[in-house]
C-alpha cells in the first residue's frame, strides 16, 4: 500500500484535487521512517489518512509520468 503526498482524510478530497489538476505523487513508506517514491507508470494501491491515523479509505489509482492521474 501507498501513501500520497498529501494527507487526503478522504478519497473524495482526493478525487477533488485530481480533478482540479493538482500535481500528486506518491509513495512507498518503508522500515525505519524511509520512503520509496512510486515514479513508475502503472497501477498503485493508495490508503489514507497517513498513519498513525486510522485508514478511512482505499482507492486503486493510476500512476502516468510519476503523477496520479485516476482513481477509483
Known sequence: MAYTNRNFKTKKALREAIARGDVITCYQPGPYGAMFPLDHDGFV????PHYPEPHRWYAQGIVKDGKLVKIS
Open 45 to 48: 494501491d493508495l490508503e489514507g
